[in-house]
């Protein structure tokens, strides 16, 4: 069964960066819709960014336009979360899933419903 695994969480200070990686080792992810969400403690778990298959189409949730990068090596078949400016309302469990559907540049960020598979996250703490 697919697993994913996610990497390169940290503790950090505002302003600083971390890049994030998503891996499934033994499976190939380039057909696959992947995205990345998060949950802070109390929280929701929310969207954050997505890929789809070949990275021809991105979304990201408001909160991190312009800070955040998502793309994607299909050779290596892994996917990266590229954080820019952390403030502390960033600090949470990020999590990695994928999903085959369908998403356009533009849309809203998928519901989570879309996903199937998912990581066990990785801490992301950002100190003020």
């Known amino acids: 069964q697919l697993r994913l695994v996610e990497s390169g969480g940290g503790l950090v200070q505002a302003g600083e960066s971390l890049t994030l990686s998503c891996a499934a080792p033994?499976?190939?992810?380039?057909?696959?819709?992947i995205g990345w969400f998060r949950q802070a403690p109390g929280k929701e778990r929310e969207g954050v960014a997505c890929i789809t298959g070949i990275g021809t189409n991105i979304g990201y949730a408001d909160a991190v336009k312009g800070r955040f990068t998502i793309s994607r090596d299909n050779t290596k078949d892994t996917v990266s979360l590229h954080m820019d400016s952390l403030k502390p309302e960033d600090t949470a469990v990020y999590y990695c899933?994928?999903?085959?559907?369908?998403?356009?540049?533009?849309?809203?960020?998928?519901?989570?419903?879309?996903?199937?598979?998912w990581g066990q996250g990785t801490q992301v703490t950002v100190s003020s």
């Open positions: 899933a994928t999903g085959k559907f369908t998403f356009h540049h533009g849309w809203p960020l998928p519901s989570i419903r879309e996903y199937k598979n």
């Open positions: 033994g499976f190939t992810l380039d057909h696959s819709v």
